[in-house]
Structure formats: structure tokens, C-alpha cells
């Protein structure tokens, strides 16, 4: 019980710094240093938010930035690892992707917005898109990085073990690349959020971003302040539940074992 | 030319040949540097030999060239009277830095050379707990890497080698990361496993009581260019067990005479750097 007891304590110190924010920005607020149209009181919008869960209108809302976020990243995950994987192995491809990584990397991508409002639509494509386009190189770069990598002395040892060169890939690298492809998708993911609300508010119509613009527009200062929460709460489960999927699938990582 | 002197059935038998080997190694920057100069050695069958140089006399090279690992440029190595093409489980290998499956446990790295000879599920099953038991982990079959100690991870690595039982075990200084106390208790039970299953076996060291305590033959080489300098004979004379040879004056001689070799070698070696 006692450990129980400390392991809350530890938890509730560790987010600790957010409660003093919350009541710094409560205690501010009421205090009216700034109008109230500036700054709501947290109680203010936590009660905006919880009406408009109840009418449902944030989680409709939530939902289509959630999905268009996750079908995004999906795409970016999917197609990252492939391409990292033959920039590894195949000279070819590296010919080819080696320049365009270098300048897409570091690039802004939400330069291309226009472009990609032009070629897919200001409806889901275009965002999905987007958020694809940004949300791959981190992974490209982790995946090429940790293939190419993997230590020369593993792959000589599974070779004398028996595996062949096309069992290599599956058997070996991939499985020992795992926690730097891992990490290659947890920064992607947080890049893919970012991406999806930007795209929102410059297009307008559903989802979060969106809304939250309406809202400005319509000096709705609350509906701003509770997008803002609202998205806040899911990015970091999301990023939470990230972080329970690595620890679960890579239980063997030393990370695990400390 | 090897090949009709030590053709199959040779009377080298399963021994290893190594035919003037030469080799250069090609940094992907700077100048060519020529790391194996015509080495020759002959391994029997069953005997258990130790390379030993200063770092950077090309003993790993060597070793790697045998393990089929680089293209061998000049010379040849034959096992068994095959020519050494490609990597294969006649010869097992064992790395300095254990190069385990940190993704598997130790009992699925043991399986893993298994599951390749497709031998059936129980017998798999079967050897990798004879080899677990072995080199002394039993209850650390689920374990993985990450969570045991350097001596616990080569015990895995020589029984995941051990297992796809190799004609040959080739070792790259295996024991060079662990602890002198670890180290010492790991020769007794490598001792222990190759009186138990007897295989030839290459075994490469800068350490010289180590050599000469495991070895029947030392095969000192010099430093770059790497050649055999002398090959000096360190089984036992009187039959003695390896326990009790290690405080007999003839150890301490046959050290003393190994270390003056390497030191030589060791002190030309700094020089050229």
C-alpha cells in the first residue's frame, strides 16, 4: 500500500507543474488582469468543453482531425520504412532518394500546401496528403539510418547460423532496427499533429483547427481556449500510447530493462 | 595447388588449411594497407589452436577470411579439403562482443541455427535445453540479453554456436571484454565443453597465458604485415590436466617464450604507428 501510495506521489509531483499553471491561469483570469475575452477563466472553458463533448460537437470534430492525423502518419509510416529500407540495400533507390531526402528534410513542408490544395482538393485528401508528406522523412532518415547500420558482426553471425541473404532482411535487420524505427515514428507522429491542425485552420470547414478558427471569428474566445485543451489532452495520449506500444513490443530493449 | 595435395579424404581430414593466404585491406579513404602476407598454417583435425600477435597483426582478419566473411584475394583456405567459399554452419563462430539477437531470448537464439538445419520441432527443442544446460543457464531461458551479464551473453553466443554442431569453432578473442575472474572461469568451462563435444578450433588472442593455457599449438604472427613468426608447441609434456599445468614451471617458461615473441611484434608494431 505504501508503494502504491509513493508511485502516485510521484506521478502527481511529476505533473505537478501543470496544476500550477492551471491555477495560475485560474487565479489570473478572475483577477481580470486581462479581459475576459483575452483570457477565459480555465473553470470558463473547461465548462465549454465539457458542453460541447456532451453535444458532441468536439468529438465529431475531434474524430475527423484524429482520423485524418492517423491516416497520414499510417501512410508516412508505411511508405518511410519501405523507402529507408531500399535506400539501404539498393544503390539505385539511394541514388535516387539521397538528394531528394536531403533537400525534403529539412525543407518546411506546409510550403506545399497550395500546391497540394491544387492536386488533391481542400477536403480530406489534400490534409491527408500533407500531413503524409511531412510526417515521412523523420521516418525515412531513422529507417535508412538503423537498416544500413545494423552490426556487421550479427549479420555474420546469423550468416553462420545458416540464414540466407533473403532471409536476412526479415529475420535480422528489421527485427534489430526496431527501436530506431521506433523512434523514427515517434517523431513523426507529434509532426503529424502539428501538420493536420495547421492545415484545418488555413482551409477551414470540420475538424479541430478548423473550428477553433470559426470560433476566433466569431470572437468566441472559449471555443478557441477549449480547442486548444481539447487538443492538448488527445496529443498527449496519443504520444502516450506510443510510448506504451514501444515499451510492449520492445521488451527486450535494454530501455525496457532499466 | 592445395587441392591435390589435400584433396577430401585428405589425411588432414576435417583439419583447415590455410595456403599462402594474402590479403589487403582497402580503406574506403587512404592508401591500400597490406594486412596478411603469404600466411600458411595447417590445423589438424581435433586441435585446438591459438593465434596470437599484437593488435592489428591481421589474426581477426585471418579468422574472418576462414569464416568465409571477405573474399579471400590470394591463397587459399580449405576445411575439411573444401575450399572456403561463403559462411556455413561447418564453421561456427563465436565474436568478441557476443553479437547476440537482442530481440530473442536466450533460448530462441540457441533455436535460431536450428530452425535453419530443419531438423524436427522436439529434437530442436530437445538440444537447445542440452546446450543451455551446458554452459550452465538453465533457468535463463527466457531471458533475454539485455538483462544478463558479459559472461552470461558469451555462454549464449558459444552455446548458439555449439548447437548447429559445427565441425570447427572459430573464436575472435571471446572472452576479451569480460573481467579477469569471469575470464578465468570461462577458459575452465570452454576446457570443460571441448572435452565434452572435441572440435577443431581457431582461436585468436593478444592475451598469451591464455593461449598457452588453451592451446595445443600457439601460432605467434608478426605485426603488420601479418605472417606466422613461429609456431610454438604448448600441450602439456607429461599429460597433466590444464588446472594443474597452469602452475608448473613449464607454463611459466612457455609464457615467458610466447611473450618475448609478441613483445618484439607488439614494440614494431608501435613504431610503425
Known sequence: ?258 | MNETIFGAGSMTGNGIVFGQVTHTYRPQRGRPVLALDGVSLEVKEREFVALLGPSGCGKSTLLYLLGGFMPIESGTITVGGKAVTAPGPDRGIVFQNYSLFPWKTVKQNVLYGLEKQRKPKAEREQRAQELIELVHLKGFEDSYPSQLSGGMKQRVAIARTLAIDPVTLLMDEPFGALDAQTRTLMHEELLAIMRRTPKTCVFVTHDVREAVYLADRVAVMTSRPGRIKEIVDTKPSNGISRADYINTPEFTEKVDYLWNLVRDEAIRAQEAH
Open chain 1, 1 to 258: 500500500m505504501e508503494r502504491v501510495n509513493s508511485l502516485w506521489k510521484r506521478r502527481f509531483l511529476r505533473s505537478s507543474s501543470i496544476v500550477v499553471l492551471a491555477v495560475a491561469w485560474e487565479w489570473g483570469a478572475r483577477m481580470h488582469f486581462v479581459s475576459d475575452f483575452l483570457l477565459p477563466s480555465l473553470s470558463s472553458v473547461l465548462i465549454r468543453l465539457w458542453d460541447d463533448v456532451i453535444s458532441g460537437e468536439i468529438l465529431t470534430g475531434l474524430g475527423l482531425t484524429l482520423l485524418r492525423t492517423l491516416a497520414g502518419f499510417s501512410m508516412a509510416a508505411v511508405a518511410g520504412i519501405i523507402i529507408g529500407v531500399t535506400i539501404a540495400r539498393f544503390r539505385a533507390v539511394r541514388w535516387f532518394f539521397d538528394p531528394i531526402v536531403s533537400i525534403g528534410n529539412p525543407l518546411p513542408k506546409i510550403a506545399f500546401l497550395p500546391i497540394f490544395i491544387l492536386w488533391f482538393g481542400v477536403f480530406d485528401w489534400s490534409k491527408i496528403a500533407m500531413v503524409a508528406f511531412s510526417a515521412v522523412f523523420p521516418v525515412i532518415v531513422a529507417t535508412w539510418a538503423a537498416t544500413e547500420n545494423v552490426d556487421k558482426f550479427m549479420l555474420w553471425s546469423a550468416e553462420s547460423l545458416g540464414c540466407t541473404r533473403r532471409q536476412m532482411l526479415w529475420q535480422i535487420i528489421l527485427p534489430a532496427s526496431m527501436p530506431e524505427v521506433f523512434t523514427g515514428l515517434q517523431i513523426a507522429l507529434p509532426v503529424s499533429l502539428i501538420v493536420v491542425i495547421i492545415c484545418e485552420m488555413t482551409m477551414g470547414g470540420e475538424g479541430l483547427g478548423g473550428t477553433m478558427m470559426t470560433s476566433m471569428r466569431f470572437a468566441d474566445s472559449p471555443g478557441v481556449f477549449s480547442g486548444i485543451v481539447a487538443i492538448a489532452i488527445v496529443g498527449s495520449l496519443v504520444v502516450k500510447f506510443m510510448e506504451i506500444v514501444r515499451h510492449r513490443l520492445l521488451v527486450w530493449h535494454q530501455e525496457s530493462n532499466v
